[in-house]
């Protein structure tokens, strides 16, 4: 069984409709979006699994207001393991035909508002951050 089999797998076994599984990204991880769904699987290959870590940032910043791409709903919201795969699901953001065009400022805001997140993580939420980013206080990170 493959990745995106896999994934399709899991998320039907939750009740999530998929007729098209389109593949959006293959490299480190697969992505696919599980199409009619507004769902994306992200399933872990090889030694890049750090879907626990994606996720558990993911959901400490959905709680501080963003801005990140938010866990999917429909499933529990865990990493996931199926023949061999881990396998975490995300929110599907449909882009507009021809792409996205985003201003410099509205870049900029949205990087302030997620350097100012999270520093305010929990320190349960920061455990595997790179220690160099570390200063003195429990949750001083960035």
Request: hydrophobic residues 45%; glycine residues 10%; proline residues 8%.
């Amino acid at each position: 069984m493959g990745a995106i089999e896999a994934a399709v797998k899991v998320a039907t076994a939750f009740g999530v409709q998929v007729k098209e599984p389109v593949p959006l990204r293959s490299t480190n991880n697969t992505v696919v979006w599980l199409r009619p769904a507004m769902v994306v699987a992200k399933v872990g290959l090889g030694h890049h699994r750090r879907l626990a870590d994606e996720l558990r940032v993911a959901l400490e910043l959905s709680v501080l207001g963003g801005p990140a791409a938010a866990p999917a709903s429909e499933i529990p919201q865990l990493v996931h393991r199926w023949d061999g795969f881990e396998i975490t699901f995300w929110r599907y953001y449909p882009q507009p035909p021809g792409g996205v065009t985003i201003s410099s400022m509205h870049l900029a805001g949205a990087l302030r508002r997620l350097h100012a997140n999270l520093g305010q993580f929990r320190s349960e939420c920061a455990r595997g951050f790179p220690r160099f980013l570390r200063s003195s206080g429990p949750c001083a990170y960035f």
